[in-house]
């Protein structure tokens, strides 16, 4: 799994994706999967050559063919399912409205528990095992 997620946010660095981001949901009872990649693009454009650029990087680096994709006709958002991992494109405009979503529904000092976040490109990785981040 961890290639795939590597192949992925390579594929996302390629297309000049921003924010990426993986995050380990594995700890998780009931997760929808055991991670996410996740990452935001200037415009819709930009968000449909990230997806198309991971579907066919992950095709031809390690034969993996996506389950599913939503939201390409509009590209605002974009949703890849390779089971194991789920891949959210975000265009800035909605990047920026979930974030102030999240924010705005969180009290102040909740803590926000995940088991690891890696982040690519913007900076060093950056690994929370087990901790809260509030």
Known sequence: MSKLIDTIAEAIQDKKGKNIIS???????????????ICNADSTTQVEAI???IEEKTLA???????????IT?????VMDYGDVLVHIFSDRVARFLQTRTT???????PLRIRSVRQYRN??????LDK???
């Open 132 to 134: 809260s981040i509030t």
């Open 23 to 37: 995050l380990d949901l594995s700890g998780f009872d009931g997760a929808v999967c055991p991670a996410f990649v």
């Open 61 to 71: 680096d390690l034969g993996e063919k996506v389950w599913r994709v939503e939201g």
């Open 51 to 53: 997806a198309r650029g």
């Open 104 to 110: 705005l529904g969180r009290r102040s000092g909740d």
């Open 74 to 78: 509009n590209s605002v958002w974009v």
């Open 123 to 128: 900076g060093p990785t950056v690994d929370f």
